[in-house]
């Protein structure tokens, strides 16, 4: 029993010594474990890393693509342009199924043009020449009135009708006026010498009186002052009546410039109304069955391949890539941590197209922030740094409409850092 409790005594001892820590071993732990906090707390203000803000990505063109649409239904029965070419304004892409020749509208096309834009219409039609037997479908009638109109003009041109005639009243009137000229010398000399034959009848007749001449003397020489008078007098109404006469040529020449003008406007109104219809027509045509540019650019097949595919009206059919195109990139950004992005950031774009594992990202910069939000995102204008070349130094081919995640690189915050405002946030909301 005395040995028990003496094992007793002893295990009560033993147990103080084990249950109380030796202080130098007390002590090296809190070192330890001090100087790991201080190791942690110093690695983490040392780690920093941004925040990544992500929002959806839309890289478009500054001017959209063109879009050319069918008109009607019916087969390709011409391709002028292959995919991928380059195209200029109003170049005719393809043509659909229509009752007209192409060639032969267009040739017809050319002429109207041609015409319509001529400042010599005379010195055209003499050189121009529109075939016959065209087959312009719907433009049949008017096509026939063109020509007929054309026929007209030209046959009015050649006619020298009214030139002899007008030709033949300016020779007469040429010769009139020679005679009036001639008359009027005369009528001059005639007066001069009138007025001679007028002295010497009164000289005469002074002799009369004082009888140094006889009377039937006198009477002779009175004979001659009087025919002298009759010659004049005849001369002056010569002079009249041929004026009159040239008068009345150019009254006649002046009715028959009359009769030209109205002919002439005649055929060239007739002329430009058949042009005018013509012109409409073949607009009307090309609205209807023809796929032309409107636009510079790159021509892109949309559905149809070949000559020979059919289309419906309405059907888009072929797109153009406006030249030299400029693209813009637009971020739908959410508004959680919105307000850590500034102009000037970087940001990285991973295109659907494109997967970033393969191609890469491309790099750009933050370039304006809308000041409003709409459905609860900010647009955000961002600026391509290296254009389409992406991280990879992989060059990608731009598309019209290319969408994709925009990550947004913040400013670099450390680990300690971020503790500290998560810490103070928590405080701050109580």
Do not use: C
């Not at 925009?406 to 400013?411: G, L, V, Y």
């Amino acid at each position: 029993m005395e040995e028990r409790n003496d094992i007793l005594h002893h295990s009560e001892e033993v147990h103080d010594i084990i249950g109380q820590s030796p202080p130098s071993i007390l002590y090296g732990a809190n070192i330890l474990i001090g100087l790991i906090v201080f190791g942690i707390l110093t690695g983490a203000s040392f780690i920093k890393y941004p925040d990544i803000v992500s929002g959806t990505v839309t890289i478009t063109t500054l001017e959209p693509p063109v879009k050319l649409v069918a008109r009607s239904a019916g087969k390709i029965t011409d391709l002028y342009v292959k995919d991928g070419e380059p195209v200029s304004k109003e170049q005719i892409i393809a043509v659909i199924d229509n009752p007209a020749k192409t060639s032969d509208v267009l040739l017809l096309k050319a002429v109207v043009n041609a015409l319509s834009g001529s400042v010599d219409l005379k010195k055209t039609t003499r050189s121009l020449y529109l075939p016959e037997n065209l087959i312009v479908g719907d433009i049949q009638p008017n096509y026939a009135y063109l020509s007929e109109s054309l026929a007209n003009y030209k046959f009015f041109v050649a006619n020298n009708y009214f030139a002899h005639k007008l030709e033949n009243l300016r020779a007469q009137k040429d010769k009139f006026s020679k005679i009036t000229n001639n008359i009027q010398v005369k009528e001059k000399y005639l007066a001069d010498q009138q007025k001679l034959e007028a002295w010497r009848d009164s000289v005469n007749y002074v002799l009369l009186k004082t009888k140094v001449i006889s009377l039937s003397e006198y009477n002779t020489i009175k004979k001659t002052f009087l025919n002298q008078s009759i010659s004049k007098t005849d001369n002056t109404s010569s002079l009249l009546q041929n004026q009159e006469q040239q008068v009345a040529v150019e009254s006649n020449a002046s009715d028959l410039r009359q009769q030209y003008n109205t002919g002439n406007k005649e055929v060239i109104i007739n002329l430009k109304d058949a042009i005018s219809r013509v012109r409409g027509q073949i607009a009307a045509w090309q609205r209807q069955y023809v796929l032309e540019s409107s636009e510079r650019g790159t021509l892109t097949y949309f559905w149809i391949r070949n000559t020979g595919q059919t289309v419906n009206a309405g059907d888009p059919v072929f797109m153009i890539v406006p030249e030299r195109a400029q693209y813009q990139a637009i971020v739908k950004l959410p508004l959680f941590k919105a307000g850590k992005i500034r102009p000037g950031q970087e940001v990285l774009l991973k295109l659907q197209e494109y997967p970033f594992e393969e191609f890469g990202a491309l790099k750009a910069t933050v370039k304006k922030i809308s000041n409003v939000t709409m459905d609860n995102f900010y647009a955000v204008e961002l600026e391509l740094k290296d254009g389409f070349v992406t991280t990879r130094r992989k060059k990608i081919d731009p598309r019209t409409l290319s969408s994709g995640v925009a990550e947004f690189k913040t400013s670099d915050q450390s680990v300690l850092q971020r503790i500290f405002n998560v810490l103070y946030g928590k405080v701050g909301s109580k």
